[in-house]
């Protein structure tokens, strides 16, 4: 079965960055899309930024310019880096990743919260 791994989470400043990054294993085919979301307390999931297989890219308009999403295909990874973190971009971030065939897949998430 799919795992993704998330690692690169915790507990930062105002102003301060964090990168966030995910890892998948038992998987013998390549995504069509891996990607970040993140869930806030009270608030539905939502997509923070996510990138196609060749290298598209797609953010939230809260992120741009802050944010940047990159993989790694060889690897089977995708990472996020978090620059100009404000206490609204505290949430879970899940890891996503998806095939036109073999569906999606979420990691169990890890916790960033930006103190003000």
């Known amino acids: 079965q799919v795992q993704l791994v998330e690692s690169g989470g915790g507990l930062v400043q105002f102003g301060g960055s964090l990168g966030l990054s995910c890892s998948a294993s038992?998987?013998?085919?390549?995504?069509?899309?891996m990607g970040w979301y993140r869930q806030a307390p009270g608030k539905e999931r939502e997509l923070v930024a996510d990138?196609?297989?060749?290298?598209?890219?797609n953010y939230a308009d809260s992120v741009k310019g802050r944010f940047t999403i990159s993989r790694d295909n060889a690897k089977k990874t995708v990472s996020l880096q978090m620059n100009s973190l404000k206490p609204e971009d505290t949430a879970v971030y899940y890891c996503?990743?998806?095939?036109?065939?073999?569906?999606?897949?979420w990691g169990q998430g890890t916790q960033v919260t930006v103190s003000s």
């Open positions: 038992r998987v013998i085919f390549d995504f069509d899309t």
């Open positions: 996503n990743a998806r095939h036109v065939r073999f569906g999606g897949f």
């Open positions: 990138i196609t297989i060749g290298g598209s890219t």
